[in-house]
């Protein structure tokens, strides 16, 4: 594994904003439609009064995912944050699974919006897909390559999980949603109508309503409900 150091696109914090007193923390990871982070704090002050938004920017690339997600770990310690809710947008989906997956304890709740997971895809990669649908153990046959591939653990996520369409998502993002759904046992999907800049936020009364009761449920639930009720 490589250091940090290595990263073509280390983790940066490119904006922190601070709600009250701030005791409640929300780590963003924006994506390119996005860069000053204002879509995902708009959803973060849905957490609470007290909020305090950090906002990191500059994507890994696929191949590099894993230790940009050390990295921000080292990041987040260094803070003294020892618990946190995410926001993820878009690309940045695979970062806020795999930090879910390998910090179980630090991660309170993971909101995805419109998650893009940018997986390698081979026939052998795809009818392992269709095994984990049915069968979703995370199989060690999966062949490893150097892109992350959070898909075969998210069984492990233990956290609630909502994923948020749009209303005018393309099929592919449908079924990634669907499938990130089926897989993580406490996830709920929902669509959004499509704000004029292209990105959900949590400006719309009918967004707002959906995060305060997503935010309000415990850390941890023992089953899952209705994809439509979050």
């Known amino acids: 594994m490589i250091t940090g150091s290595g990263l073509q696109s280390a983790p940066l914090i490119s904006a922190e904003y601070v709600h009250g007193s701030g005791n409640q923390v929300v780590l963003c990871f924006s994506c390119e439609n996005d860069p000053t982070g204002a ?16 906002v990191f920017d500059e994507l890994p690339k696929p191949e590099e995912v894993e230790d940009y997600v050390e990295c921000c770990l080292s990041i987040i310690a260094e803070r003294g944050i020892t618990r946190a809710s995410l926001i993820c947008l878009r690309e940045a989906a695979t970062v806020g699974l ?3 997956i390998k910090k179980s304890r630090l991660i309170r709740n993971l909101v995805l919006i419109e998650p893009h997971l940018e997986i390698a895809s081979s026939i052998f990669t795809r009818a392992l897909d269709c095994v984990e649908e049915h069968l979703p153990l995370g199989l060690p046959l999966r062949k490893k390559s150097k892109a992350a591939d959070p898909r075969p653990f998210m ?3 233990g956290c609630p999980v909502l994923v948020i369409l ?3 998502s393309t099929r592919e993002a449908m079924r990634q949603s669907e499938s990130i759904t089926s897989r993580i046992p406490n996830a709920w999907l929902r669509t959004l109508e499509m704000p ?4 959900i936020s949590g400006e719309s ?8 009761t997503f935010f309000s449920l415990p850390p941890r ?4 409900k209705s994809r439509n009720s979050a």
């Not at 879509?39 to 950090?54: L, N, Y």
């Not at 004029?196 to 990105?199: P, Q, V």
Request: charged content about 25%; overall charge positive; some cysteine.
């Open 205 to 212: 009364k009918d967004a707002n309503e959906i995060f305060k």
């Open 39 to 54: 879509c995902a704090e708009s959803i973060a002050k849905a957490v609470g009064p007290d909020v305090r938004a950090i």
């Open 221 to 224: 639930r023992s089953q899952k």
């Open 98 to 100: 795999c930090l879910a």
């Open 166 to 168: 749009s209303s005018g």
């Open 196 to 199: 004029a800049d292209g990105i």
């Open 155 to 157: 069984h492990m996520i």
